[in-house]
């Protein structure tokens, strides 16, 4: 995965609001520099966000 897919294109002409939050935020987790992505609404980087997936050892979930 990598982000840069989207670097070395130089957006001119218009400049459309997009629905993207602010730039050069950090990881909120001490020590970490990881740069977040303006989409990435957490505090987070991927690697420290919060895991959403609840973990089931052999329970189930109704
Ligand atoms: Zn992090």
């Given at each position: 995965m990598s982000e840069r897919s989207l670097s070395g294109h130089t957006m001119s002409g218009s400049e459309r609001p997009s629905r993207a939050f602010a730039k050069n935020r950090t990881c909120r987790e001490p020590g970490c520099n990881t740069k977040l992505s303006?989409?990435?609404?957490?505090?987070?980087?991927h690697r420290h966000?919060?895991?959403?997936?609840p973990r089931t050892r052999g329970r189930k979930i109704a």
């Open positions: 303006i989409y990435n609404s957490g505090k987070f980087c966000e919060p895991m959403v997936v």
